[in-house]
T-cell receptor, first 109, second 118 residues
Framework: GIQVEQSPPDLILQEGANSTLRCNFSDSVNNLQWFHQNPWGQLINLFY???GTKQNGRLSATTVATERYSLLYISSSQTTDSGVYFCAVTSSGTYKYIFGTGTRLKVLA | DTEVTQTPKHLVMGMTNKKSLKCEQHMGHRAMYWYKQKAKKPPELMFV???????INESVPSRFSPECPNSSLLNLHLHALQPEDSALYLC?????????????????FGPGTRLLVL
């Protein structure tokens, strides 16, 4: 089945810094989402982005489907950005979302 | 409304108890999902319902019994659980694409139920 890997696994930033999170997948995808899981466990939708580029405030995402990766950009990070970031994909051969390994982000004040 | 609700938020149960987790959505989604998440791990799929029929069971032990009474509700019945079943249980929903009934579009998650089995 499709493999989904995220990097880096852990990231510590000072407030105000920028960062790039990466999601690599081993097969073509039909759906791709980025989530932020807050400390209480809630998975918050950030982007639905199987291809192309989207922006929402300080966050933006780009998926290059032909090269099998997606990037999540966080600019001017805030302490509330702390948590775990997951990408999740479905491929043409599956009927379910597969989650990546996650990036654990800590933003220091 | 893009909300998925789950009850209860927290649950403590003994190994001989029977309990149920509930999930509800009113987005008209025809796919609903149960996931299990252990600490510091990504969510793992347990079950998928498509049009109120069980379409995927990821080899989950029979002590977990899902039910989809209608297109808005999803239950997970728990019986004779083990301490290693303690985890965060997440419900989600999404649209389905025809004709293959594969997931389509954004998947929305509920806030989860934190389960502790003693």
């Amino acid at each position: 089945g499709i493999q989904v890997e995220q990097s880096p696994p852990d990231l510590i930033l000072q407030e105000g810094a920028n960062s790039t999170l990466r999601c690599n997948f081993s097969d073509s995808v039909n759906n791709l989402q980025w989530f932020h899981q807050n400390p209480w466990g809630q998975l918050i939708n950030l982007f639905y982005i199987p291809s192309g580029t989207k922006q929402n405030g300080r966050l933006s995402a780009t998926t290059v489907a032909t090269e099998r990766y997606s990037l999540l950009y966080i600019s001017s990070s805030q302490t509330t950005d702390s948590g775990v970031y997951f990408c999740a994909v479905t491929s043409s051969g599956t009927y379910k979302y597969i989650f990546g390994t996650g990036t654990r982000l800590k933003v220091l004040a | 409304d893009t909300e998925v609700t789950q009850t209860p938020k927290h649950l403590v149960m003994g190994m001989t108890n029977k309990k149920s987790l509930k999930c509800e959505q009113h987005m008209g989604h025809r796919a609903m999902y149960w996931y299990k998440q252990k600490a510091k791990k990504p969510p793992e799929l347990m079950f998928v319902y498509s049009y109120e029929k069980l379409s995927i069971n990821e080899s989950v032990p029979s002590r977990f019994s899902p039910e989809c009474p209608n297109s808005s509700l999803l239950n997970l019945h728990l019986h004779a659980l083990q301490p290693e079943d303690s985890a965060l249980y997440l419900c989600a929903s999404s649209q389905i694409a025809f004709p293959r009934l594969a997931p389509s579009g954004t998947q929305y998650f509920g806030p989860g139920t934190r389960l502790l089995v003693l």
